[in-house]
């Protein structure tokens, strides 16, 4: 992230400083600030996933699928309290 936002306050400078009296500044500071917001997205792409979560219900054995951003959820079928943890369907407390 740091190197992403270096990126972009690079490219705002160059934009804004040479670029005013010349194109040549703003060929390599739009690129810049571009690579700045975009580099940051890429690299954090694997914590923007979800992974779903199945199994069964730990009260009624009914199957459950949901996703790991859920920490908990009712039973469709028993309505007791569910909670998702370390990629498991685990009883509510």
């Not at 194109?23 to 690129?31: E, K």
């Not at 917001?37 to 054995?61: A, E």
């Not at 079928?77 to 909670?83: M, V």
Request: hydrophobic letters at 50%; charged letters at 15%; a neutral charge.
């Amino acid at each position: 992230m740091a190197v992403g936002l270096l990126l972009f306050i690079a490219g705002l400078v160059i934009s804004l400083t040479v670029g005013q009296s010349a194109s040549i500044g703003l060929i390599f500071g739009i690129p810049l600030l571009i690579a700045g917001l975009v580099l940051p997205l890429f690299m954090m792409r694997d914590l923007l996933q979800h992974n779903v979560v199945s199994g069964n219900c730990p009260y009624c054995d009914a199957p459950i699928k949901t996703s790991d951003a859920t920490i908990r959820l009712n039973c469709p079928n028993c309505k007791n309290l569910i909670e998702i943890r370390e990629m498991t369907l685990q009883r509510g407390e």
